[in-house]
């Protein structure tokens, strides 16, 4: 599973890519005492330290770590911490050498976390400043340690593992632009960073892992741009077919038959589209008007349906948190209004072994499907 901000470049907000959490991953076990009403939010042990911009990474072992971000009086954070589902209580958990927002989190075949990138504020100039720095969490000891570092540094950018077990990062923003078109390559094994293919003319990128092995790369700034394949046999790019809107604040699901949703716009009207990589075509969405979210984290859940976390409403140019949430329907194409948070702001959003959805930031709450 691997976990993106994007944080500093539009409105505050926290998505969670699932890839590789497909319907039938594994075995769904019973949902816990904490369980609500079907379609509703209940909620759970609250965190340590409230937070947003941070990242949720589910653990082999069913718990989730929660990594950096920022508190809720701005201040950038190197603490992380565990829910364990089976108590609803928040645990303190080894630190980060360095504070980061905008950074990924993604976790490995051997079960430990690679956490990459970020930003790390201002400079004395008022210059933003990122880091090429990575480090590992070890569940079993619950600390950190050093990796090698990327390339160059890049923040909001996209991270994937791949089926051979590299992970794959791309985009992003660093202080003199050079991230933005550039991709490279984390080999577990050896604990290093190779340069692979560039993008052409990207920025904020998301990645999400196909069926198939390739990964899609969806560009959320500027005007609408096709998406972007890699294909790690040849280490290149190519084009998709133009997408349909461009986004903002974007999100994906890998659905069950191999297409990927995606969500993110100024406009909810405007935000929702899916593509086959069969047939290289982008499909609108429909009956998304009336979702009232700009954007927010998604989850495939173990219906086949896709649960789309409320986040951001934007109206004339304003941005307003919203508790609304709604369900994607693969199999008609539409949008349902669903039970809403009970609390409003940036979550990040993470589907449990027992099917549940964990929404984590200033407060922690469970929805059953």
Not at 37 to 49: C, E, F, I, V
Request: with cysteine; aromatic share 10%; glycine share 10%.
């Amino acid at each position: 599973m691997t976990c993106r901000n994007l944080y500093r470049f539009a409105v505050v907000r926290t998505l969670v890519l699932a890839a590789s959490f497909a319907v039938g991953s594994g075995v769904i076990t019973p949902f816990s005492a904490f369980a609500g009403t079907s379609r509703t939010w209940t909620a759970t042990g609250t965190l340590n330290t409230p937070r947003f911009a941070h990242t949720a990474t589910l653990l082999q072992n069913g718990q989730v770590l929660v990594t950096g971000g920022e508190d809720l009086t701005k201040n950038f954070l190197t603490s992380a911490e565990l829910y364990n589902p089976a108590t609803g209580k928040w645990t303190v958990t080894g630190s980060t050498a360095t504070p980061r927002v905008d950074h990924t989190a993604t976790l490995l075949p051997n079960g430990e976390v690679l956490v990459a990138g970020g930003y790390l504020g201002l400079d004395s100039s008022y210059h933003a400043i990122y880091t090429a720095t990575a480090e590992l969490y070890n569940p079993s000891t619950g600390q950190w340690k050093a990796t090698g570092s990327m390339t160059m540094p890049r923040g909001s950018h996209g991270a994937t593992l791949l089926a051979n077990g590299q992970v794959l990062v791309a985009g992003g923003f660093n202080s003199d632009g050079t991230s933005g078109n550039t991709a490279e390559l984390y080999n577990p094994s050896k604990g290093t960073w190779t340069a692979t293919g560039n993008l052409p003319n990207y920025h904020l990128v998301v990645l999400i892992l196909l069926q198939d092995g390739r990964a899609l790369a969806v560009d959320e700034s500027g005007p609408a741009y096709p998406g972007q394949l890699y294909d790690p046999s040849t280490g290149q790019w190519t084009s998709t077919t133009k997408m349909y809107y461009s986004h903002t604040g974007v999100s994906t699901a890998l659905l069950p038959n191999a297409d990927v949703l995606v969500y993110g716009n100024t406009f909810s009207c405007y935000a929702g589209e899916f593509y086959n990589p069969s047939t290289n075509i982008w499909a609108r969405t429909q009956n998304q008007c009336y979702n009232s979210i700009s954007y927010g984290p998604m989850q495939l859940l173990g219906t086949g349906k896709v649960l789309l976390v409320g986040n951001t409403i934007m109206y004339s140019g304003h941005a307003y948190s919203t508790t609304n949430c709604a369900l994607y329907d693969p199999s008609t194409n539409t949008w349902t209004l669903t039970g809403s948070l009970l609390q409003a702001g940036a979550h990040s959003a993470t589907r449990l072994l027992n099917g549940q959805v964990l929404a984590a930031g200033v407060d922690a709450e469970l929805y059953t499907p």
